[in-house]
T-cell receptor, first 116, second 112 residues
Framework: DQQVKQNSPSLSVQEGRISILNCDYTNSMFDYFLWYKKYPAEGPTFLISISSIKDKNEDGRFTVFLNKSAKHLSLHIVPSQPGDSAVYFCAASAYAGGTSYGKLTFGQGTILTVHP | DSGVTQTPKHLITATGQRVTLRCSPRSGDLSVYWYQQSLDQGLQFLIQYYNGEERAKGNILERFSAQQFPDLHSELNLSSLELGDSALYFC???????????FGPGTRLLVL
């Protein structure tokens, strides 16, 4: 039962163009969403997040869009740079009560390659 | 650098053995999470501790256990190791009331 899905295993983009990475989820209890970037043999690095009360969050070249009705989120990288080449993971979390969030549920990842 | 540290970076051991992985969270973070990344399973949640107490359990085998100490560092103990336990083990930490988790560099475990 994969609650968070990244249907594209890989994406190839030219430097300077837009990269769009997609993620779908099935659990309607998820209310916090994150994107992580990961290099081989390193830990995931937090990129950007969005709460379910918003539909867009921007941080520099990175923008995350959330469509709650479609249970879909996307990460836009503009402009793409060769240094962005990595595996990108979408993750989701549900409010666990009190003042805490629970575990992260991850998608399978999308390998982004940005060509010079 | 996320501020989360993990030791050792690499570990090679034999089947049937027991190992301990260590994690120090970011300064001020009370929650520690352990995740396993194997080739075919992606990143899977194992267990969460908050301020010394177990908060949530995921797909953690009975052969695995964890604890969080008063200084907030955590240890993941893996016993009766099998070939299939070979994986990357990540620790993450977070500030209470926030959903963002910051990950350490991981421990690569190879069971031969």
């Amino acid at each position: 039962d994969q609650q968070v899905k990244q249907n594209s295993p890989s994406l190839s983009v030219q430097e300077g163009r837009i990269s769009i990475l997609n993620c779908d989820y099935t659990n309607s209890m998820f209310d916090y969403f994150l994107w992580y970037k990961k290099y081989p043999a390193e830990g995931p690095t937090f990129l950007i997040s969005i709460s379910s009360i918003k539909d867009k969050n921007e941080d520099g070249r990175f923008t995350v869009f959330l469509n709650k009705s479609a249970k879909h989120l996307s990460l836009h990288i503009v402009p793409s740079q060769p240094g962005d080449s990595a595996v990108y993971f979408c993750a989701a979390s549900a409010y666990a009560g009190g003042t805490s969030y629970g575990k992260l549920t991850f998608g399978q990842g999308t390998i982004l390659t940005v060509h010079p | 650098d996320s501020g989360v540290t993990q030791t050792p970076k690499h570990l090679i051991t034999a089947t049937g053995q027991r190992v301990t992985l260590r994690c120090s969270p970011r300064s001020g973070d009370l929650s520690v999470y352990w995740y396993q990344q194997s080739l075919d399973q992606g990143l899977q949640f194992l267990i969460q501790y908050y301020n010394g107490e177990e908060r949530a359990k995921g797909n953690i085998l009975e052969r695995f256990s964890a604890q969080q100490f008063p200084d907030l560092h955590s240890e993941l103990n893996l016993s009766s190791l099998e070939l299939g336990d070979s994986a990357l083990y990540f620790c993450a930490s977070s500030v209470e009331a926030q959903g963002t988790q910051y990950f350490g560099p991981g421990t690569r475990l190879l069971v031969l």
